[in-house]
């Protein structure tokens, strides 16, 4: 029963999550073709999709699967200078930008104004589903 009753979630989460999932798919071929191979990305949610499927060096903004120093600059609250630090240059965000803010984690802020659209995102998606491209200035 229960091998059904995931088939059944599958194909109902496919037909109403359809836009999001084609998106996904464009944002990712597109991310390959205008993303240089050696060029890093930071993403704060969703790395581990993106960096999977895009075959790209994803750092984890939120922490989860980076090195020690990484932990540690985001339990004290020193991610600022971060992306400067690590020459990363490409941001994936799949929130649209709040208060034109794009980036806001643990004294890592990055105005809008300070990065150029890549990819922008769809309009009216779901949060954690507006997948955008951006690289800073």
């Keep these: 029963m229960l091998p059904l009753l995931l088939v059944a979630k599958w194909a109902v989460d496919s037909r109403i999550r359809g836009q999001q999932i084609e998106w996904s798919r464009q944002f990712v071929r597109e991310l390959q073709r205008v993303v240089p191979e050696d060029e890093p990305l930071f993403q704060v ?24 120093a990484y932990a540690r600059r985001l339990r004290e609250n020193r991610l600022g200078g971060y992306l400067h630090d690590e020459g990363i240059r490409y941001i994936v965000q799949n929130l649209y930008p709040r208060n034109n ?21 769809p309009a009216n998606f779901p949060d954690g589903t507006a997948f955008g491209l951006y690289r800073l200035k």
């Design 45 to 68: 949610d969703a790395s581990g999709w993106i960096g999977w499927f895009s075959r790209r060096r994803v750092v984890d903004g939120d922490g989860l699967v980076n090195d020690h």
């Design 101 to 121: 803010i794009l980036v806001d984690i643990a004294g890592l802020r990055v105005p809008m104004e300070s990065v150029e659209v890549v990819i922008p995102p």
